[in-house]
C-alpha cells in the first residue's frame, strides 16, 4: 500500500469518527428531558405608577417540542353596518396570548409571545375598540414577575402592561 494510499485511509477514518461525534451529541441534546413550566401572566392597567385594573391568565408549556400554548378569554361586540338596512357584524374583544419554543437557558426560561389585548371603549355612536398587539422572544426569570411588554396608551396617561411569572412544575 502506497503512503497516499494510508493517508487518505486515515483521513476518511478520521471524518467517519469526527461524524459520529456530532451525531452523539446530537443525539443527547435530543434526549434531554423536557420540562413543564407554568405561566401566570398578569395584564395590568397602570396610571402614574398605579395599577389601576390586573387581569390574571395562566397556563403550561413544555419545553423542547416546539409545540404551543394557547389562552383565549373574550367576547363578540356587535356592531352596525350599512345604510338603511343596518346589518350586525361582529368583532372578538379580549385576550390572546400564544407562547411558542420554550427553552430553559441558565435558570430562566426562554420562548416566544405573542399577545393582544383589546377593549371596548365608551363612545356616543359606535364603539371605540382600544387594541394592543405584541409578539417577541422573551426571556423570563424563573419565579420572578417580569414585564415583558409595556405600550403607553394613546387616548390617556396610562400604559398598558404584560407580566410573566414563570414556575417549574414538579
Known sequence: ??????????????IWMAGACFAQNDSARAAEPSKYFRLDFVVKEVEGGKTMNARHYATTIVTGTGEASVIRTGSKLPIAVGGQDTQITYIDVGVSIDCRWAKETGGDLALNVTAEISSAGDSSRQPMVRQNKWSSNVIAPMGKPTVIFSSDDVASKGQMQLELTATPVR
Open 1 to 14: 500500500m502506497t503512503n497516499k494510499t494510508k493517508l487518505t485511509i486515515a483521513g476518511g477514518i478520521m
